[in-house]
C-alpha cells in the first residue's frame, strides 16, 4: 500500500507490545520506510531516547497495511532494558534506522534445517518463510536453555506443522533435552542429511554448530551477533573474519558463511567490553530507571 510522505516522515511508534518470557518482548513499530523495504535477514538500529545507545534488532516481520514492523528484544543490556521498560503501545521513539545489511541469499536449496537458539528463532523466522516460499523443504529446531528461552513456536507450528518443528531444552525442561548442535547431529540421524543449516543465536552456540555442519560437509549460513555501533560500515567495529578475509557484518551480513567465520574472534571480541556493558547496566537499572519512570508517571498525570 503506497504512503503519503506526511506518513513516511512521522516519527517511529510503538504500537504493539508483548511480553512471552521474563526478558522477552515483541514490539511492533510503526515505521512504513523499514516494513515496505525489509527483506528477510535485515536488521534495524533503534535508539529509544536522544541519550540512549543505539541497538541493532533483527526483523521478525512485517506488515505492509499498517506501515509496521516487528523485532524480539531480549532484555539483557541497558539499550534493551530501556525499551521494554520504559516504551509502552503509542509511544514514539527517538529514532529507527533501517533496513540494513544484506538480505538472506533465497533460493532453491533443498532440504533445510532452520536452527534457532533463544532470540534467534525470531531472527530466523522470516528466513524460514521465504526459504518455504522458494519451495525448500523447511524443517525448524528451536533450541534454549529453558523453555522460557523458546520463542516463535507456535508461529513456527501454524507454519510448517508440528512434525517439521523441533523443541529442545538445555536443562530437558521441555521438548528433547540438548542443546543447538544435538539438533543438528539428531536430525542427520533421523531425518536425513541438510542441503542446508541456517543458525541464528550466540556466537559460541554458532561455533559449535558450525563444527558440526564441517565435519559433515553441510552448507551453514549462519547470522553472527557482532558488536555493532554505526551500522553502516564507518566504524569497523562489526568486523568479522571470514575465510582469509575481513567483512564488515554490518554490510556484508549478518547471515554469512557459518562454516568459514572464524566464531572465537567474534566470542572474544563480544566479550570484550562486556565488564563495562555490564557496569552500565547496573547503573541504569539501580540508579536512572527509577528516575526515568517517576519521571514519566509525572508527565503522564500533567505534573
Not at 55 to 80: K, M
Not at 196 to 217: N, P, Q, Y
Not at 254 to 275: E, H, I, Q, S
Amino acid at each position: 500500500m503506497t504512503k503519503s510522505v506526511i506518513e513516511l516522515l512521522q516519527k517511529p511508534k510503538v504500537v504493539g507490545k508483548k511480553q512471552v518470557s521474563p526478558r522477552g518482548y515483541f514490539l511492533e513499530i510503526y515505521h512504513p520506510l523499514v516494513a515496505n523495504n525489509a527483506k528477510p535477514g535485515q536488521f534495524v538500529t533503534v535508539q529509544a531516547t536522544e541519550l540512549s545507545a543505539r541497538q541493532p534488532l533483527q526483523i521478525v516481520d512485517t506488515d505492509l497495511q499498517r506501515g509496521t514492523f516487528s523485532v524480539l528484544v531480549e532484555a539483557y543490556n541497558r539499550p534493551t532494558v530501556e525499551l521494554v521498560e520504559l516504551f509502552a503501545e503509542g509511544e514514539e521513539l527517538f529514532n529507527v534506522e533501517g533496513p540494513s545489511g544484506t538480505p538472506f541469499p533465497v533460493e532453491k536449496y533443498g532440504t533445510v534445517l532452520v536452527v534457532g537458539h533463544g532470540w534467534g528463532a525470531g531472527a530466523n523466522y522470516p528466513v524460514a518463510k521465504a526459504l518455504a516460499d522458494a519451495g525448500n523443504e523447511v524443517y525448524v529446531a528451536l533450541v534454549g536453555g529453558s523453555r522460557e528461552n523458546i520463542y516463535c513456536e507456535k508461529e513456527y507450528k501454524e507454519l510448517f506443522g508440528e512434525d517439521r518443528v523441533f523443541v529442545y531444552t538445555e536443562d530437558d525442561e521441555y521438548g528433547r533435552e540438548g542443546g543447538a548442535p544435538q539438533a543438528v547431529e539428531n536430525f542427520v540421524n533421523e531425518v536425513g542429511t541438510p542441503d542446508l543449516v541456517v543458525f541464528a543465536g550466540g556466537a559460541a552456540v554458532g561455533e559449535m554448530v558450525a563444527e558440526v555442519t564441517k565435519a559433515k560437509g553441510i552448507k551453514n549460513i549462519s547470522l553472527v551477533p557482532t558488536m555493532m555501533l554505526c551500522t553502516s560500515g564507518l566504524c569497523l567495529t562489526c568486523r568479522v573474519k571470514v575465510g582469509d578475509k575481513m567483512v564488515q557484518n554490518c554490510l556484508e551480513g549478518p547471515y554469512l558463511d557459518g562454516n568459514a567465520v572464524d566464531w572465537k574472534m567474534v566470542t572474544f571480541r563480544n566479550g570484550y567490553y562486556w565488564d563495562l556493558e555490564k557496569e552500565s547496566l547496573e547503573y541504569f537499572v539501580n540508579k536512572l530507571l527509577p528516575k526515568l519512570k517517576r519521571k514519566k508517571q509525572k508527565a503522564q498525570k500533567g505534573e
